[in-house]
């Protein structure tokens, strides 16, 4: 019985779930992880961390500002990188997904899959960046 009033609940809760909402850690993460974390993170240029949630969610309102202005990520910070410029630059759909996000109020969603894609990120960036370049 209790299975069943379970389940109830869940088919009538999955429209709520399946709203397309905005959320850290399936959208935003990602985005920022690969397109910021170069050089916001500890050591590297950029004046603050974005690493995890709580340094995204308190820069968020500037961060929709620098990006809808196109002033971050920089293009010429790097002049030995020009093969990865594009990679870096942000699509007018990762924008608008951080404007949506700001606006949302900035959820912070399953904290489950930003552990993964961040732990994901630096895997690849560690083969990437020196077992290959031995
Ligand atoms: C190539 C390195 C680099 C990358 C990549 C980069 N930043 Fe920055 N960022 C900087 C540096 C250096 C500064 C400080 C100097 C400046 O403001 O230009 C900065 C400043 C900022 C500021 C403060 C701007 C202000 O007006 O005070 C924000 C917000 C920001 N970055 C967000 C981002 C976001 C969001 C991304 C990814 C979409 C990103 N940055 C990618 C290097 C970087």
Known sequence: MNTTRSLCLLVIAMPLLAAPKVTFSEHIAPIVYEKCGSCHRPGESGPFS?????????WGKLIATVTQKRYMPPWHAQPASVQYRDERRLSDAQIELIQDWVKQGMPEG??????????YHNISQFFSSSFFNL
Do not use: C, H
């Open 50 to 58: 974005l690493t995890n949630f709580q340094e995204v969610s308190r």
């Open 110 to 119: 399953d904290a489950k899959n930003e552990i993964v894609l961040f732990k």
